[in-house]
């Protein structure tokens, strides 16, 4: 079984339209990075979350890690074209190293 | 841009030979983690290098094995190749236990 689950699998949202992600886990979260990656290509780093309630914004990009550090949400303000792509979320389960496991990410496209 | 080279891009070999997947890290950092992603899937850790000693491993068989050079370069070598490795193999590399940059990854075929 998966240890981080990721919804929705795909999604498909009018250019101007707010989204959100979301990544869940069964255990308990060290570390939850955001990642976005392009068909094919390497994984560009979003953002990082710890501490539980903790909340970090860039841009239109503002993720969100519950008080029990258990889920995660990645929300999306006005999406462009530009943030169309495949969103991973990944855990440090802390296993003693920095190990990350990944969810089996959240595809979207944004409709002009 | 995350500093992380890797070579080739891509790469086409046949079941049985032996692959060397090489990645270069960002200047100063000190561990690279190697991830194997199949088509549609989370990448899947392989195994991690901290100063050049193998620091923690995957679930993935002994003829996976890597290298870390005083360089900040590394390597990833596969013996046997079989059909289910191909995928597109990512770095990360890190000042531990920092934030993982990736590379642009290669995308390996096994025919």
């Known amino acids: 079984s998966q240890e981080l689950e990721q919804s929705p699998q795909s999604l498909i949202v009018q250019e101007g339209k707010n989204l959100t992600i979301n990544c869940t886990s069964s255990?308990?979260?060290?570390?939850l990075y955001w990642y976005k990656q392009k068909y094919g290509e390497g994984l560009i780093f979003l953002m990082m979350?710890?501490?539980?309630?903790e909340e970090k914004s860039h841009e239109k990009i503002t993720a969100k890690l519950d008080e029990k550090k258990q889920q995660s949400s990645l929300h999306i303000t006005a999406s462009q074209p530009s943030h169309a792509g495949i969103y991973l979320c990944?855990?440090?389960?802390?296993?003693?190293?920095?190990?990350?496991?990944f969810g089996t990410g959240t595809r979207l496209l944004v409709s002009p | 841009e995350t500093g992380v080279t890797q070579s080739p891009t891509h790469l086409i070999k046949t079941r049985g030979q032996q692959v060397t997947l090489r990645c270069s890290s960002q200047?100063?950092?000190?561990?690279v983690s190697w991830y194997q992603q199949a088509l549609g899937q989370g990448p899947q850790f392989i195994f991690q290098?901290?100063?050049?000693?193998?620091?923690g491993r995957g679930n993935f068989p002994p003829r996976f094995s890597g290298l870390q050079f005083p360089n900040y370069s590394s390597e990833l070598n596969v013996n046997a190749l079989e059909l289910d490795d191909s995928a597109l193999y990512l770095c990360?590399?890190?000042?531990?236990?920092?934030?993982?940059?990736f590379g642009p990854g290669t995308r390996l075929t096994v025919l």
């Open positions: 990360a590399s890190s000042f531990q236990p920092d934030t993982q940059y």
């Open positions: 255990k308990t979260l060290y570390g």
């Open positions: 979350l710890q501490k539980g309630g």
């Open positions: 990944g855990a440090d389960m802390n296993t003693g190293f920095q190990k990350l496991v």
């Open positions: 200047s100063g950092h000190n561990t």
């Open positions: 290098y901290y100063r050049e000693e193998e620091n």
